[in-house]
């Protein structure tokens, strides 16, 4: 791969010395998109790199979400894997006792969630510290993240999710509301009906840094240098993640708010909890096959996700049910039992259904 690193050095250098002010904002806003664009490239290149998008990791994806932890150095990352799963994470007081992902399978709600276990990371783990990008990428590519820190750790929590940011996994945030139609000819054209605080000049220059020079751009929310960046990135990820902070059988009475989640993973306590908390995030759910000339049954469960259709659970069955256009469904979302419906509407939670 090109080593892009003195690159990067020179335009944080400059990005330093540059005064911020009104007048310097597109400048700014270039520089920004530049070290942005790089940063696309070296994810591009690194997922390209094999190991399953895993950098370095062979990490091999099965089940129906994953889920990675995420954590400083013994935070019990790999007591919590043991717990929920049937693998068997070496535990031990010291730090780095994990050296490599560890995959395990967690059976919920007829779910199949796997879950990676992975060494801990270090602050500037996204600088390259450790291991860090290597293990970061194995969280680029996950469905859902558990931050993980214990109670005289906190701060951590923050830590990492800093580190994530920093390697352009957007936690619990959705993609910017812009949207970009590339043309041949033309050059840019911006259209928005907010006010916004950055101008045209500095909205085009980001954008034509990025590689985008010709195209009408729909600026649908208030942006900012960084979010109207992470519109036009083409390696930003977003995922949601659970904070826990473990080890909470240490302290009398954990204190601090319900942004966190409390847990003991040795004593087992909050675990359950944290099991909802993780079908809940993944916006799991899950829908019952019913097989012609069968009554409406919950037999054959299928998991899904939100904002999935009916033609997404055909995908998921396989070739014998690919030409399937109609349903007959049951459950919340028909209006009487066994309505007929098109593939093309969304399933719900415990919806039946029989393919036609
Ligand atoms: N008191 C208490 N100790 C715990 C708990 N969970 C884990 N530990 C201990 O903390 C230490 C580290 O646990 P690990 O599960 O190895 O931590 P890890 O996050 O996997 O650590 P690395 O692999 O080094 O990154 C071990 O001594 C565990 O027994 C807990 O809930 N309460
Ligand atoms: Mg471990």
Redesign the pocket.
């Known amino acids: 791969m090109t080593d892009f690193t003195q690159t990067i050095e020179e335009i944080k250098k400059e990005l330093r010395e540059t005064p911020h002010h009104k007048g310097t904002e597109h400048y700014i806003g270039r520089l920004r998109a530049r070290l942005a664009r790089i940063e696309d490239k070296i994810y591009e290149a690194s997922s390209k790199g094999g190991g399953g998008g895993g950098g370095g990791y062979a990490v091999k994806k099965t089940g129906d979400a994953s889920v990675v932890l995420i ?1 400083p ?7 919590l894997l043991n717990k929920f799963t049937n693998a068997q994470s070496k ?3 010291y ?4 050296t490599t992902v560890i995959p395990g399978m967690m059976l919920y709600k007829d779910a199949y969630i796997q879950i990676f ?1 992975i ?2 990371l270090l602050e500037g783990a996204s600088k390259g510290k450790g291991r860090g990008k290597e293990v970061l990428s194995v969280a680029r590519n996950s469905d859902l993240l558990l931050v993980i820190s214990d109670v005289q750790r906190i701060n951590y929590i923050e830590k990492m999710t800093q580190e994530l940011e920093g390697a352009g996994i957007r936690i619990n945030k959705i993609k910017p509301n812009v949207l970009i139609n590339k043309k041949i000819i033309g050059g840019i054209t911006i259209h928005t009906n907010i006010k916004q605080d950055l101008d045209d000049l500095t909205i085009k220059e980001i954008a034509s840094e990025m590689g985008i020079k010709n195209a009408d751009i729909s600026i649908k929310e208030k942006v900012t240098i960084d979010s109207l960046i992470d519109s036009f990135s083409t390696s930003r990820v977003y995922i949601p993640a659970i904070f826990v902070v ?2 909470t ?2 302290v009398h009475r954990p204190q601090f708010t319900d942004h966190y989640l409390a847990i ?4 087992g306590t909050g675990l359950e909890n944290l099991k909802e908390e993780i079908w809940n995030k993944l916006r799991l759910l899950s829908v019952y096959l019913v097989q012609p000339n069968e009554e409406p049954n919950f037999e054959s469960p299928i998991i899904m996700r939100e904002g999935d259709l009916l033609s997404d659970v055909t995908v998921k069955l396989g070739t014998d049910f690919s030409e399937k256009r109609l349903a007959k469904i049951w459950g919340n979302a028909a209006h009487f039992p066994g309505q007929e419906v098109p593939t093309t509407i969304k399933v719900t939670d415990r919806m039946q259904v029989r393919f036609l």
């Not at 730090?95 to 994990?98: D, L, R």
């Not at 003991?264 to 004593?267: F, G, L, R, V």
Request: aromatic content about 4%; proline content about 8%; charged content about 25%.
């Open positions: 954590g150095p013994s935070a019990g990352k790999s007591t535990v031990a007081a730090a780095f006792t994990t276990d060494p801990g473990n080890k059988d240490t003991s993973a040795e004593k």
